[in-house]
């Protein structure tokens, strides 16, 4: 009788522990999902499309130069309805399949803004561990089907268990756990900002922010091109080709671009690569029919640092100023604004 009652009593803590450990993570699940959202805030406003946006007559997509270079606040003001698709360090591919997901809310004739970089036949990503950090968000806002190399379990540990992955955010569930700390646990740095923290105020830059302005363009020009063995990747352009068939497909209208650029990051860049790099668009641009604009090296923008927020991207009077540009130099824009 004995021998029977340990078996049962084993049996049951058999059964208990594993369920009692469970239910705790199913209730540790509950609130983390909400502290795992906020790491996606750039993604956050693909949720209005169907319901504050419809229609949509002008978007881009793109890595961080389309998400910061574009604005559309003085033409959503006059009634046109816009949206950014663009996101940090997004490539071509993950450009069509946000719009394979939403583009059902884009209308016919849509202009669409494809911005390509100096990396876009590259990576901007510097290793592996940092491209799979990134593909990650695009669990949230994508259904399996145009998730690129979909994988099963990424997705039960990002969005249906976040909680599996947290590491050191778990410690952001316990009371009275400071800002500062979770900010740590995050592994950021106060004050940094969405690109790489050199903002440029308004007015005047004084010599010590002049030297700050070009030692970070130095480091965005190691990132986006030293140690990497090939800047032009074949699979890069003809994801390309096929954003730009997507496009005409559901009647859509591209249009290539390269947006502003700071001296300081011009400064480095090789002729040789400015060559193949040019001589790749203009291809690209010539056999689909596609116009593309470059405004990369542009006057009114590339030695005014007060219109960057570092030396690659534009700050908001930047953004500003470029949309009123395009709007008055880019037939395809203008048509649409002026009908």
């Known amino acids: ?19 009692a450990a469970v239910l705790l993570l199913f209730l540790l699940n509950i609130p983390y999902r909400e502290i795992d959202d906020e790491k996606y805030m750039d993604m956050w406003n693909l949720r209005m499309l169907g319901n ?22 003085e033409l959503t003001e006059e009634g046109f309805s816009c949206f950014n698709f663009g996101s940090v360090s997004q490539t071509y591919q993950y450009d069509l399949a ?21 990396f876009s036949f590259n990576n901007e990503t510097v290793n592996e561990t940092e491209a799979q950090a990134l593909s990650v968000k695009y669990y949230h806002c994508l259904s399996p089907k145009n998730i690129p190399d979909y994988d099963l379990y990424t ?21 009275g756990f400071s800002p ?66 997507y496009c005409k497909k559901h009647g859509l209208t591209p249009v290539l671009i390269t947006t502003p650029f700071s001296s300081y990051y011009n400064a480095p ?29 542009d ?7 007060t219109y960057f927020s570092d030396s690659d991207h534009l700050n908001a009077e930047g953004a500003k100023y470029f949309m009123e540009i395009i709007a008055e130099e880019v037939p395809e824009l203008r048509s649409v604004i002026r009908e």
């Open 1 to 19: 009788m004995g021998r029977k009652k340990t078996i049962l009593v084993f049996t049951i803590k058999c059964i208990a522990i594993p369920a």
């Open 52 to 73: 504050q946006i419809n229609e949509v007559e002008i978007a881009n997509v793109g890595s961080s130069h389309g998400a910061y270079d574009f604005t559309y606040d």
């Open 98 to 118: 946000l719009l394979q997901e939403y583009g059902k809310h884009l209308e016919e004739g849509c202009v669409l803004f494809i911005p390509v970089s100096y």
């Open 155 to 175: 997705d039960i540990v990002t969005t249906r268990l976040p909680v599996l992955s947290a590491g050191e955010d778990l410690l952001k569930l316990l009371p």
């Open 180 to 245: 500062a700390l979770k900010v740590l646990a995050a592994g950021e740095t106060p004050g940094t900002e969405g690109s790489d923290g050199a903002a440029a105020e308004s007015g005047e830059m004084d010599e010590s922010a002049i030297a700050e302005f070009a030692k970070r363009a130095a480091a965005r020009y190691d990132r986006h091109f030293n140690n990497k063995e090939n800047l032009f990747l074949p699979e890069r352009e003809a994801q390309l080709l096929s954003l730009i068939d």
């Open 269 to 297: 860049v090789s002729e040789e690569f400015l060559d193949r790099f040019y001589g790749t668009i203009n291809r690209i641009s010539s056999d689909t029919g596609v116009s593309y604009y470059d405004y990369s090296h």
């Open 299 to 305: 006057a009114r923008f590339g030695d005014h640092l």
